[in-house]
């Protein structure tokens, strides 16, 4: 069934441009679980486009990771990272704060097979005539392999951010922590995580 069949935009009249719909209208939630996003990146490698299905499978490895929006991921220079330390400066744009983290393992193989298949050029996410990937390619890609692997909403790129929050919000990390690795300015835009984090309730009930 098609993401649109379940989740329709009704027309509007008089040759208007339909109005926007809230974001619970098209998907239940702002964020995916980690088993989602481990579906997404499957469901990536496995649709067999050569060097695109290992491009696609690492942005979502890393816009998840580090808690990436679409801006900054598709901006990545291989210059911001240190691959012999396992290290990335991520850069933070709408004023939030830069930091440096560390490369998991499965980050460290897919950066390093994505330096062997584009041994060229700056960008670490590029489209197959070299240049670097758009913020739109990469919502379209994202949305198709959603589609691809059986979610009954169009998937947003800034759930993948927010999958991040709620992730380290659920492991017990702090509220400082979380913001600074989130690169928040104002840690209102943090306490979302900690105050929906499901473990807050643990111990409320005694089977």
Not at 113 to 133: A, H, I, K, N
Request: glycine share 8%; hydrophobic share 35%; aromatic share 8%.
């Amino acid at each position: 069934m098609a993401v649109a069949e379940i989740f329709p935009f009704p027309a509007v009249g008089n040759g208007a441009p339909p109005r926007r719909q809230p974001n619970s209208a098209t998907r239940p939630r702002e964020h995916l679980v980690p088993a989602e996003v481990d579906k997404l990146i499957a469901t990536a490698r496995a649709r067999g486009r050569g060097r695109c299905a290992q491009r696609d499978a690492a942005a979502i490895l890393l816009a998840d990771s580090h808690g990436l929006r679409v801006s900054e991921l598709v901006a990545l220079r291989w210059s911001q990272f240190d691959l012999t330390d396992g290290v990335v400066h991520v850069r933070r744009l709408k004023n939030g704060r830069p930091s440096t983290q560390p490369l998991r393992g499965p980050e460290l193989r897919a950066l390093r097979l994505l330096r062997r298949l584009w041994p060229e050029g700056q960008f670490v996410l590029q489209t197959e005539t070299g240049d670097p990937w758009t913020e739109a390619g990469f919502r379209k890609t994202l949305a198709r392999i959603g589609e691809a692997a059986g979610f009954p909403w169009r998937v947003h790129p800034h759930q993948l951010r927010h999958a991040t929050g709620y992730k380290l919000a659920n492991s017990g990390t702090d509220t400082r922590t979380i913001q600074a690795y989130l690169g928040h300015s104002n840690i209102k835009h943090t306490t979302r995580y900690t105050e929906l984090a499901a473990d807050r309730f643990s111990g409320l009930w005694q089977d």
